[in-house]
């Protein structure tokens, strides 16, 4: 066998593999974005999705002892309710838009096991932000004393 | 007043630089020196200008100038002193001058250093330098003006993004900006190559130090990212895989590999078109990085600003892109190797294959990152990958190349005999091998942990065995221990910077290993006097308190730590809340240590200060990725040192 030929075959090989790993590393971690109206529509469970809308005000219950967090994310025509273990993470809240990674649930919801937040570079300054900031301010004041 | 100034003095600097492309490309071809002496003081004085553009944007930061749209939403009259400096850079307009002003500098010291030694290359240099320069400043003064007037100027300004201020921040971009706009230096000598049709090893020797230098900057841009990441977004890791790392990631591995590879060209004199097509594609993903992350194509936790800037991008990387394949194509017949392969069994086959590996890399985090856009154009469905396919594909990838980087610098030129093979090989791999059988006793059961820690200790002992014979040599000829190997340090500098920066990459990778396989965390809400365990620490949540910063105000969680081992300590993670922002910003508490980190998150609160709920983390080994980037600062310096022994 020449060299040549060797050197070809090797590379055959290194891109056959690599071609595997890829292929093989996309149809295990393949996540799918759907919206509250597409993910009711057809659930399918076990499959990963990541379901993006807005956290429907009124639906955000939060038990620290448990930890259970469980809300609605909407889209206006449809709501697919959301349970995750875990604290509510910074940048999320009612009224606001709220990405989370999990899979269907058989009996009816989705089981979140990552809610992902936000960060922007350049934000912008909400209306009312300073109100509930200077409450907050006042009622912690008063705990720290 | 000012920032009309810096506005003219950026549309200046795009005339200047225009015109200095342009005089020193027709110098380039005819040879007229007159040009080419003009285009050099076209360059100086766009360096000028830039850097006085920076200074004044600064100053407009410094004196809280509101009336400029960018000052005003990225400062307030609260923000810090030295943040107030590094909000210049803390988005997209600054970040922008930033990266003009370092691309200036660089050419200003191309001017200063080459214009003697690289006579034959200089002139199409300095035009291809010039040119990256005018898209930077056609950007500034078209896409993404950073003086542009706000009106009405309001009181104060919208601050800057809480969780950009940190030490991390000041430093991360200008070590990443270093990094990237370092391989223009690289590029340009690659297409004045092709433009002179000299293809052959003269670019390369001329640009060997400029690589290692942009290559070590990206390297550091990396690091401090992901120490960024670890100690203020909360949540204990520090990559994601997220877009904008792979961003900066994919030239890192190509840079890597070009280092390699420009080797066997100066060696043998192979390898002609693949070095010149690796800095192409280096300076391309440089580009292409900036374009991905600036246009919003693609979701990222960084959401960055949006706009006009991202056709920018894709327009110039399409003319770069292309125009270098013209020129490829133009030089094919010249680019045939001198050189040919003799064995697969060589230094210069591993190299190959260590650029295989790293090129594969490359291409899998660019596949994976595009891969939503494939699947929607393609398929119709949004489709992500996430962390579980990056690591999927490259761990294995990974551990080959640490394999490789053993083999690599001890296996014999051209053919590598049996003898050589059992004399440099067999002590490492039985070194090895034991390893991974002490490990195994020591309790690691993850097989992957195993292998990647027995390849690291393989790598090493090949350096150690590497080391050790050298000198002995010298010990021969009457030298003193520490004489020997300062000796060698300094005589061979070129050869042992590099062993050192691969032991720093060696030392990352069990940083990487361990905190992988062994770091435990947990979440949990405590009453006040509660408890809570985690890997042999007793947390105790002891009270909230309220105190006011200059810019926010805080809620400061005290807890109380013990391990057995230490005196207990006090840790305050806190929460941070920011007048102009609707949600608060974690401030993560740690300690850090040699063996592990103990990282605590103040999640929820109480604000009766009755409760709160943390995240718990014990993260294993991390200190060691920055520990490793010390000894990777170390290897580099030493590498670009002077050589003092003739290339034999």
């Known amino acids: 066998m020449t060299r040549h030929r060797k050197f070809l075959i090797g590379g055959a090989v290194i891109a056959a593999a690599l071609g595997y790993m890829i292929y093989a590393g996309v149809t295990q971690s393949a996540v799918y974005f759907v919206t509250p109206s597409e993910i009711q529509a057809a659930p399918v469970a076990g499959k990963s999705y990541r379901l993006g809308g807005l956290v429907a005000p009124g639906s955000l219950k939060w038990d620290p002892r448990t930890l259970d967090l469980t809300f609605t994310l909407t889209d206006g025509k449809a709501s697919v309710p959301v349970r995750h273990k875990g604290a509510p993470p910074d940048l999320f809240g009612e009224g606001r838009g709220a990405v989370v990674e999990g899979n269907w649930s058989p009996d009816g919801h989705f089981k979140a096991t990552l809610i992902l937040a936000k960060h922007s570079e350049e934000y912008k300054a909400p209306h009312d932000a300073g109100t509930g900031y200077r409450e907050l301010m006042k009622s912690l004041r008063k705990a720290g004393s | 007043m000012i920032p009309e100034l810096g506005q003219a003095a950026l549309v200046v600097a795009l005339a200047l630089a225009l015109y200095g492309a342009f005089a020193a490309g027709i110098s380039g071809a005819r040879g007229t020196a007159t040009l080419l002496q003009s285009a050099q003081h076209a360059a100086v004085g766009v360096f000028a200008l830039l850097g006085g553009a920076f200074v004044l944007l600064t100053y407009a930061f410094l004196t809280f100038d509101f009336s400029v749209r960018y000052v005003a939403s990225n400062t307030n009259l609260g923000t810090p002193f030295y943040y107030r400096i590094t909000a210049v850079w803390g988005a997209l307009e600054g970040s922008i001058i930033l990266w003009g002003t370092m691309l200036a500098a660089y050419t200003v010291v191309v001017i200063l250093t080459q214009r003697e030694r690289a006579r034959e290359f200089y002139p199409w240099v300095l035009a291809v330098m010039l040119g990256v320069l005018s898209f930077f400043l056609l950007v500034m003064t078209v896409a993404a003006p950073p003086f542009q007037r706000l009106s009405p100027v309001p009181p104060d300004g919208r601050g800057l993004n809480p969780l950009l201020e940190d030490t991390g921040m000041i430093t991360h971009p200008v070590a990443l900006y270093l990094g990237f706009t370092g391989f223009t230096v690289p590029f340009a000598f690659a297409i004045a190559a092709l433009a002179t049709g000299r293809v052959g090893e003269a670019w390369i020797t001329l640009t060997r130090r400029w690589t290692i230098i942009a290559w070590y900057f990206l390297s550091l841009g990396l690091l401090i990212g992901g120490w960024w990441s670890y100690h203020v977004l909360g949540w204990g890791g520090y990559w994601a895989w997220d877009p904008v790392e792979n961003a900066a990631f994919m030239p890192w591995l190509t840079g890597t590999a070009l280092l390699h590879s420009v080797m066997i060209q100066e060696r043998r004199r192979m390898l002609k078109l693949w070095n010149l097509a690796l800095v192409i594609l280096t300076f391309s993903l440089t580009l292409f990085g900036t374009f991905l992350t600036r246009s919003g194509i693609i979701a990222s936790v960084h959401a960055f600003t949006q706009g006009a800037i991202g056709a920018f991008f894709l327009g110039f990387l399409a003319l770069v892109v292309l125009g270098s394949l013209a020129l490829l194509a133009w030089r094919w017949d010249a680019l045939r190797s001198a050189g040919q392969l003799d064995s697969v069994v060589s230094r210069e086959s591993v190299f190959l294959l260590n650029n ?153 990778a069990l940083g990487v290993t361990g905190s992988q396989a062994w770091s435990v965390q947990t979440e949990t809400t405590l009453r006040q006097g509660e408890v809570a365990q985690l890997a042999g620490y007793r947390i105790r949540f002891d009270g909230l308190a309220g105190n006011e910063a200059s810019n926010h105000f805080r809620v400061v969680g005290s807890f109380t730590v013990t391990n057995g081992r230490a005196t207990p300590a006090v840790m305050r993670p806190a929460k941070k809340f920011y007048p102009q922002e609707s949600s608060p910003i974690a401030g993560v508490d740690y300690h850090l240590g040699l063996r592990e980190d103990l990282y605590i998150v103040l999640g929820d609160f109480a604000r009766d200060g009755s409760h709160a709920t943390i995240k718990v983390q014990v993260n294993r080994l991390v200190s060691w990725i920055w520990i490793g980037g010390l000894i990777l600062t170390l290897g580099t310096v030493l590498a670009i040192l002077p050589e003092r022994r003739r290339p034999a």
Not at chain 2, 372 to 401: D, H, I, M, T, Y
Not at chain 2, 409 to 437: D, Q, T
């Open chain 2, 356 to 508: 295989v590996m790293l090129v594969a890399a490359a291409f899998t985090v660019f596949f994976g990152t595009v891969f939503p856009l494939l699947s929607e154009a393609v398929r119709g469905v949004k489709v992500s990958v996430g962390a579980p396919f990056f690591n999927q594909v490259n761990v294995p990838l990974f551990l080959s190349l640490i394999f490789l980087m053993g083999v690599g610098p001890l296996i014999a030129w051209r053919r590598a005999s049996r003898e050589n093979l059992r004399r440099n090989f067999v002590g490492p791999i039985l070194v090895g091998v034991a390893a991974a059988a002490l490990f195994w006793v020591l309790g690691v059961r993850s097989a992957l942990a195993a292998l990647s820690l027995a390849l690291t200790v393989f790598v090493t002992a090949t350096i150690v065995l590497d080391l050790a014979r050298a000198t002995r040599a010298r010990l021969r000829a009457g030298e003193s221990v520490p004489r020997a190997v300062g000796g060698l340090l300094v005589r061979h500098n070129r050869r042992y910077g590099g062993f050192i920066v691969h032991l720093g990459i060696l030392v990352i």
